[in-house]
Every structure is written in structure tokens, then in C-alpha cells.
């Protein structure tokens, strides 16, 4: 048993999850018990799953799985040390140099995570004389980085170029650098970010352009190439980040540019060399999956007909999916939005205990009055499975009064 209980010295964590509670915002971990696919198990109920970013099907692909077992049998199962003093395997250079063929620039630095790659980027490219010009809806790991350059922040509104640059002529003659920074594809909402006129906006003025694809790895451009394919700006953008943990199927971050910006990141980006390496299965995964997008882009086709055929479903029985209070998606992320935190949250539930997993975001990641149910369509979807899901939606919004139309 366990004999920690929660001593005074941490009881204002106990008062922070009362305010959630009160709040009906409180949430406990849901348990996957079998695998990440389009129908599974959580919590011992089974269910269809539009809550993973497994947007391409690739967390179970058995191309994957072998080329990690594989590497398992013949490296082991870590790395052993930070990249900078003996945990550089060959594999790991060679998933760098797979992804920056891929990405068509000189060279990529892979990190731990999505996370730790835009932390540890915006944190050492920047110091505190300079300035950050960000989409006021951007990765809280961007926000992160920019706190940790200790340069000074500019917030411009979301996707505003022309807000972007007021602020850029604002800061034009003091002697820092600028750096603009936008995610590629919106996660909240599922919008695409202005990438192409921010490059441009960039060149005007001298700044520094860095994009963050999360949301766009293996889901934009072409064979998922991400944002910067999608706008055709291939050498306007200096910092471009992905993630290796959603479309992708495992786990993972990494930045691509110039050779002497990924050489600057060996040598300064605090989470390169101060947190050990990946397991050489996982750097074996994703090698794996950067050749399923080269050679399977029908499972990107896939997605994407499967997210029209969705979005036009849920507008046709009355939901709000964005467009109207909010930014209208692009992508196959789909908000539904119903405004209250609560009542979110309460539709999440039923949704479930009904067969289907879709997450309920409140505030405070997302604005007060701005709640949602979030979808993320994949490829690896039967049309049967979402008009199964459709239905849920329907009878349980019905139920609880939430759709306006008979
Ligand atoms: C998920 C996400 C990240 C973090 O990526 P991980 O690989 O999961 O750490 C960074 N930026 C954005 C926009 C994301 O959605």
C-alpha cells in the first residue's frame, strides 16, 4: 500500500484540483488496453477512436514493427549516452540524413521529442537583445523556448500577417535579431498557418522565418512534406520543425535547415546534449516511415478523403465545426465546438460510454467560451466505421440537446 498521503507542504495542489473538480474540468487518464488503431479498447470498452494523431495508421504498420525489432536484436534496446558523448549510433545519423533528403534541405537534427526540439531551437538560436514574433495560438513548447531565450516576445494575432508586420516595423531599428514563428497547422482548431506570406514578410525585413510542422508532418505538402512544400517556399524558411510522434508512428521531434544551423544545435540546444538518445528501435521506426510516405501516399489520400467526407457529414446534421466562432479547419483536424467547458466535457463522456473516443478541450487550452469536442480523422478510418461514429454523434448531441435541427 502505498504511504504517501498528500502532506501540508503540498496542499495547494489539493486546492488547485478542487477549483478542477468544481469546475467539472477535472480529468482522469483514459488506459488503452490493446493497440493505437481506428477501433480499440480503453478503459475495457471498445471503442471507435478519433483522439489519436496516428494519422497515417502507422503506430501498428508491420514494416515498422519489424525494422524495430530488428534494430532491438541488433543494437539493443538504448542508447546508453547523449548524443555528444557516446550515444550517436549510425542508425541515428542515418534517420538525419533520411529526413533531410526528405525535407530537401542540407541538414536535420533529430531530438527526444516535438517538444524539446522547438524548446531547445527557439532557446538557443536567440538570445535576450533579441525579439520573437509569434502567432498568439502557437505550440506551448514555442512559448517555452522563447522564455527560455530570454528574448523579448511579440505576440501578433492569429495568423494576422499584417499584425505580424506592424510588430516587425515596431522592433525594425533596434539592433536584435527577429525571428517569426508560426505552427504549421493549427492543433486546436485545425487551420493552416499563413507560412508562405510570413516568408515573404520574413524576407522583407531580414528576420529569421521557423515554422513548426507537428500537425503537418505526413499530413501536408506532397508525400507530407508539410507546410513548406504546401506554399512551394522550399529555401525561404530557415527553422523548419516536425514531429516524429504523430503521422509518423513513434516518437521523436526534429529540426531541419542549413548545415550550420543543425551543426549550431549539436553544440547548443540544451535538450541535444544534456538528455541521452533515442533507443535505436525508434530511430529504426521512423526510418521505416519515412519510406512508407515516399512509397504508400495513397494512405495520405486516404486521410485526406476520409476528413471531407467527415467535415461535409457533421455540417450536413447542424454541428458547429468551426467557421463560424472560430477559424474554420483545414486539415483533418476537426473541432466540434459547443462553447461551454462543462457541458464539453459531459458530451465527451457520454460519446464514449456510447462507443466513441473523441477528446473534450476546455479552458484553459483552449479560450474560455471556446470548449470543444476534438476529432482527428485518419487514414486507416472505413467509411462504415465513420458513419457508425457519425451516428453516435448525432443520437448522443440529440440526446443532450445539443443540436438545434430535428
Ligand atoms: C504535438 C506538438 C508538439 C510536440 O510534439 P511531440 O513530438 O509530441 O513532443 C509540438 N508542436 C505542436 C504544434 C504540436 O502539436
Same mark, same amino acid.
Given at each position: 500500500?502505498?504511504?504517501?498521503?498528500?502532506?501540508?507542504?503540498?496542499?495547494?495542489?489539493?486546492?488547485?484540483?478542487?477549483?478542477?473538480?468544481?469546475?467539472?474540468?477535472?480529468?482522469?487518464?483514459?488506459?488503452?488496453?490493446?493497440?493505437?488503431?481506428?477501433?480499440?479498447?480503453?478503459?475495457?470498452?471498445?471503442?471507435?477512436?478519433?483522439?489519436?494523431?496516428?494519422?497515417?495508421?502507422?503506430?501498428?504498420?508491420?514494416?515498422?514493427?519489424?525494422?524495430?525489432?530488428?534494430?532491438?536484436?541488433?543494437?539493443?534496446?538504448?542508447?546508453?549516452?547523449?548524443?555528444?558523448?557516446?550515444?550517436?549510433?549510425?542508425?541515428?545519423?542515418?534517420?538525419?540524413?533520411?529526413?533531410?533528403?526528405?525535407?530537401?534541405? #542540407?541538414?536535420?537534427?533529430?531530438?527526444?521529442?516535438?517538444?524539446?526540439?522547438?524548446?531547445?531551437?527557439?532557446?538557443?538560436?536567440?538570445?535576450?537583445?533579441?525579439?520573437?514574433?509569434?502567432?498568439?495560438?502557437?505550440?506551448?513548447?514555442?512559448?517555452?523556448?522563447?522564455?527560455?531565450?530570454?528574448?523579448?516576445?511579440?505576440?501578433?494575432?492569429?495568423?494576422?500577417?499584417?499584425?505580424?508586420?506592424?510588430?516587425?516595423?515596431?522592433?525594425?531599428?533596434?539592433?536584435?535579431?527577429?525571428?517569426?514563428?508560426?505552427?504549421?497547422?493549427?492543433?486546436?482548431?485545425?487551420?493552416?498557418?499563413?507560412?508562405?506570406?510570413? /516568408?515573404?514578410?520574413?524576407?522583407?525585413?531580414? /528576420?529569421?522565418?521557423?515554422?513548426?510542422?507537428?500537425?503537418?508532418?505526413?499530413?501536408?505538402?506532397?508525400?507530407?512534406?508539410?507546410?513548406?512544400?504546401?506554399?512551394?517556399?522550399?529555401?525561404?524558411?530557415?527553422?523548419?520543425?516536425?514531429?516524429?510522434?504523430?503521422?509518423?508512428?513513434?516518437?521523436?521531434?526534429?529540426?531541419?535547415?542549413?548545415?550550420?544551423?543543425?551543426?549550431?544545435?549539436?553544440?547548443?540546444?540544451?535538450?541535444?546534449?544534456?538528455?541521452?538518445?533515442?533507443?535505436?528501435?525508434?530511430?529504426?521506426?521512423?526510418?521505416?516511415?519515412?519510406?512508407?510516405?515516399?512509397?504508400?501516399?495513397?494512405?495520405?489520400?486516404?486521410?485526406?478523403?476520409?476528413?471531407?467526407?467527415?467535415?461535409?457529414?457533421?455540417?450536413?446534421?447542424?454541428?458547429?465545426?468551426?467557421?463560424?466562432?472560430?477559424?474554420?479547419?483545414?486539415?483533418?483536424?476537426?473541432?466540434?465546438?459547443?462553447?461551454?467547458?462543462?457541458?464539453?466535457?459531459?458530451?465527451?463522456?457520454?460519446?464514449?460510454?456510447?462507443?466513441?473516443?473523441?477528446?473534450?478541450?476546455?479552458?484553459?487550452?483552449?479560450?474560455?467560451?471556446?470548449?470543444?469536442?476534438?476529432?482527428?480523422?485518419?487514414?486507416?478510418?472505413?467509411? #462504415?466505421?465513420?458513419?457508425?461514429?457519425?451516428?453516435?454523434?448525432?443520437?448522443?448531441?440529440?440526446?443532450?440537446?445539443?443540436?438545434?435541427?430535428?
Amino acid at each position: 500500500m502505498a504511504t504517501a498521503t498528500t502532506r501540508p507542504q503540498l496542499a495547494h495542489l489539493t486546492a488547485q484540483l478542487d477549483e478542477l473538480k468544481a469546475k467539472g474540468t477535472f480529468f482522469k487518464l483514459r488506459l488503452l488496453d490493446d493497440i493505437q488503431a481506428p477501433v480499440c479498447t480503453y478503459d475495457g470498452r471498445k471503442v471507435i477512436n478519433l483522439a489519436s494523431n496516428n494519422y497515417l495508421g502507422l503506430c501498428n504498420h508491420p514494416k515498422l514493427e519489424e525494422a524495430a525489432i530488428r534494430a532491438v536484436k541488433e543494437h539493443g534496446v538504448g542508447s546508453g549516452a547523449v548524443r555528444t558523448i557516446a550515444g550517436t549510433m549510425r542508425i541515428h545519423m542515418e534517420l538525419e540524413e533520411k529526413i533531410a533528403r526528405f525535407k530537401n534541405v #542540407e541538414a536535420c537534427v533529430v531530438f527526444q521529442s516535438g517538444f524539446t526540439a522547438n524548446a531547445g531551437t527557439v532557446g538557443s538560436i536567440l538570445g535576450k537583445e533579441d525579439f520573437i514574433l509569434s502567432d498568439e495560438l502557437n505550440h506551448a513548447s514555442i512559448i517555452d523556448g522563447a522564455r527560455l531565450s530570454r528574448a523579448k516576445i511579440k505576440v501578433f494575432r492569429h495568423k494576422d500577417v499584417a499584425h505580424c508586420e506592424e510588430l516587425l516595423q515596431e522592433v525594425a531599428n533596434e539592433p536584435g535579431k527577429k525571428l517569426v514563428i508560426t505552427d504549421g497547422v493549427f492543433s486546436m482548431d485545425g487551420d493552416i498557418g499563413p507560412v508562405g506570406e510570413l /516568408a515573404a514578410l520574413c524576407e522583407k525585413y531580414g /528576420a529569421i522565418m521557423m515554422v513548426d510542422d507537428a500537425h503537418a508532418s505526413g499530413v501536408l505538402g506532397r508525400n507530407g512534406r508539410g507546410s513548406v512544400d504546401h506554399f512551394g517556399v522550399h529555401g525561404k524558411v530557415d527553422v523548419q520543425v516536425g514531429t516524429l510522434s504523430k503521422a509518423i508512428g513513434a516518437l521523436g521531434g526534429y529540426v531541419c535547415g542549413s548545415r550550420d544551423l543543425i551543426d549550431y544545435l549539436y553544440h547548443r540546444a540544451r535538450p541535444f546534449l544534456f538528455s541521452t538518445s533515442h533507443p535505436p528501435s525508434v530511430a529504426a521506426t521512423c526510418i521505416a516511415a519515412f519510406d512508407i510516405l515516399e512509397n504508400e501516399p495513397e494512405r495520405i489520400e486516404r486521410l485526406w478523403s476520409n476528413t471531407a467526407y467527415f467535415k461535409e457529414q457533421l455540417a450536413g446534421v447542424g454541428f458547429d465545426i468551426g467557421g463560424r466562432t472560430t477559424p474554420a479547419s483545414e486539415t483533418p483536424i476537426i473541432p466540434i465546438i459547443l462553447g461551454d467547458g462543462r457541458k464539453t466535457m459531459e458530451f465527451s463522456k457520454a460519446l464514449f460510454e456510447a462507443g466513441l473516443m473523441a477528446t473534450g478541450i476546455a479552458f484553459p487550452t483552449v479560450p474560455e467560451g471556446k470548449a470543444r469536442v476534438r476529432i482527428i480523422m485518419t487514414s486507416e478510418h472505413t467509411r #462504415e466505421q465513420l458513419d457508425q461514429a457519425l451516428e453516435i454523434l448525432t443520437s448522443v448531441a440529440r440526446k443532450m440537446s445539443l443540436l438545434e435541427t430535428a
